[in-house]
């Protein structure tokens, strides 16, 4: 699949919301209801916190398109983590300071098994370390085995767990990280 991957700008903004309303249900465990799917969303990946993620230092959101439609998206978070578990997580595993953390990763359904994912991890990456982070770390749902897969072949190694809470349901996400740059193994 060819598509063009570039920093998301304010009329990305009404796609971004859209396309995660779509993905991140595709996301969750069975037990996440639709509501609580939905509220999240409403919560965290609505267009007005979309715009505020476009205005803030500490974050990059990265779209990728095919045919100038969006078809995927990724946010990274450049501040430092303020979750113990995450902190624990990465000076555990001997994380290279400093760490950005891949925050949001979805691609539309019709994309998935097209190569794109792969394309859009590296835009990540290169962003991540074009900001100065030394490694990425992303937080993913223990049993979304998928995903897991996919990031281990992008060179991601799990480092910890932390706590994820969607409606009533808390989960046990693994933390998973991968070194940027030429210290990658």
């Known amino acids: 699949m060819q598509a063009t991957i570039s920093p998301a700008a304010l009329e990305d903004v009404p796609g ?6 779509v993905t991140f249900p595709l996301a969750c465990p069975p037990e996440v209801t639709p509501e609580d799917s939905a509220a999240f969303v409403a919560a965290h990946l609505s267009a007005e916190r979309f715009r505020g993620y476009l205005s803030d230092e500490s974050r990059r959101v ?3 398109r095919q045919d100038g439609r969006l078809i995927g998206y990724c946010l990274l978070v450049l501040a430092p983590p303020s979750d113990p578990d995450v902190l624990e ?3 555990s ?8 953390e891949l925050n949001k990763f ?4 019709e994309a998935h098994g097209s190569g794109l994912a ?6 990540a990456a290169g962003a991540a370390e074009s900001a100065g982070a030394r490694s990425l770390w992303l937080g993913v749902n223990n049993r979304n085995v998928r995903a897991q897969s996919f990031y281990r072949k992008s060179g991601f ?3 910890g767990r932390r706590s994820f809470q969607v409606g009533a349901n808390i989960f046990r996400d693994l933390i998973m990280v991968r070194r940027l740059g030429a210290v990658r193994q």
């Open 16 to 21: 971004l919301a859209e396309l995660a309303a």
């Open 62 to 64: 990265l779209v990728a």
């Open 89 to 91: 997580a990465l000076e």
């Open 93 to 100: 595993g001997r994380v290279l300071q400093p760490s950005a």
């Open 106 to 109: 979805y691609l539309h359904p």
């Open 118 to 123: 792969a394309q859009l991890i590296e835009a």
């Open 157 to 159: 190694q799990t480092s």
